[in-house]
């Protein structure tokens, strides 16, 4: 039957959202909408339960949208709308085939990730975890010439694996830094956005050469699965800083672990793992030079707030027919 624009439409929320968020849906008086009403994710079973006959579904990055979900749930489903720029947990293909149209939650957050990106930089260069660590814990005899030593962004080459929004976002903030020299790689040049940060497009090999800040900004996708290997950290000078915001999957972890206990690089900062979160007796955790936080790049109140209001303004606009704020092409 076709829906009429006063019909409501079904919706499930995978997640306890930032207020923003649900507040559109509420006062929207378009949907009438069930929610995973916690912090953690909703157990697969009840998902794919909850998602029978649903006309939306707004989820987060822990919901893996696959056809047995969009089996589960059925042919009503014509809008899915992520709180979050990353999609590698939507099967695009499943997707595609159903005719859903998804929405997805970039440039919001842009801001927010770069910054805290600098800052887990900051934090891995400078040694920042180890040296809070030893103040606290008596290792602090006296100050020394060489102790806790670091590396410095003057005079750097920074190196963007994947240059997009973000990749920019961080140049722009690291440039003050005076930072030398700016270098990426990409599946092709793309000299409209290098023109902002002056960067130079270089090979995957020569990034790795050249880098001595190595940020990784690409999406995970089948062709960046595991590019962050043993061949790429080998390249790398042993001055090097390693440094992934992004997805998980797009480093090798076993090799990342090899390059770091063996001094091949010189540090890394993590903000994503795989798993996620990654178990706490994970070898990377026993390395004094590898930080890793448990992805808050974009965890900000204002970002969090903004990306939430962005999903349900994606998902009404969607369910209503009418062009998303920000539509993934599938
Ligand atoms: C995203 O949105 O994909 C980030 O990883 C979390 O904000």
Redesign the pocket.
């Known amino acids: 039957m076709h829906k009429t624009m006063s019909t409501v439409s079904r919706v499930y929320v995978t997640r306890q959202i930032p207020p923003e968020g649900l507040e559109i849906l509420r006062k929207s008086g378009q949907v009438q909408f069930e929610l995973w009403n916690s912090d953690d994710p909703v157990p697969r079973e009840e998902l794919l339960k909850k998602v029978k006959g649903v006309d939306g579904l707004l989820c987060v990055?822990t919901e893996k949208i696959d056809a047995e979900l969009l089996d589960a749930a059925g042919p009503n489903l014509k809008v899915l709308s992520t709180?979050?720029?990353?999609?590698d947990h939507l099967s695009q293909p499943e997707l595609k085939k159903r005719g859903i149209r998804v929405g997805?939650?970039p440039e919001v957050?842009t801001d927010a990730?770069a910054e805290l990106t600098v800052a887990l930089l900051l934090t891995t260069s400078r040694r920042l975890i180890e040296a809070t660590h030893e103040a606290k814990t008596g290792g602090w005899g006296t100050w020394r010439t060489l102790w806790l030593c670091g590396y410095e962004l003057a005079n750097s080459t920074v190196g963007i694996l994947g240059l997009g929004r973000i990749g920019i976002a961080i140049a722009e903030r690291l440039k003050p830094f005076k930072v030398k020299k700016f270098i990426y790689t990409d599946v092709a040049p793309r000299p409209e956005l290098a023109e902002i940060i002056q960067a130079e497009y270089v090979s995957m090999d020569e990034l790795a050469k050249q880098s001595d800040f190595l940020a990784v900004c690409c999406a995970l996708t089948p062709e960046t699965q595991g590019i962050c290997n043993h061949n790429l950290f080998s390249k790398m000078k042993n001055t090097a800083i390693f440094i992934n915001t992004?997805?998980g999957g797009v480093v090798n972890q076993e090799d990342l672990y090899e390059a770091l206990s063996t001094g091949q690089i010189a540090g890394a900062g993590l903000d994503?793992t795989t798993p996620e979160p990654l178990p706490t007796n994970h070898p990377l955790f026993t390395l004094k030079n590898c930080v890793i936080l448990p992805?808050i790049?974009?965890?900000s109140y204002t970002?969090?707030n903004a990306?939430s209001a962005l999903a349900a303004n994606n998902l009404l606009a969607g369910l209503r027919g009418e062009p998303m704020p920000k539509e993934l092409k599938l």
Not at 83 to 87: L, Q, R, T
């Open positions: 990055l709180m979050s720029v990353g999609f997805y939650t957050l990730v992004s997805r994503v992805h790049a974009s965890a970002t969090r990306m």
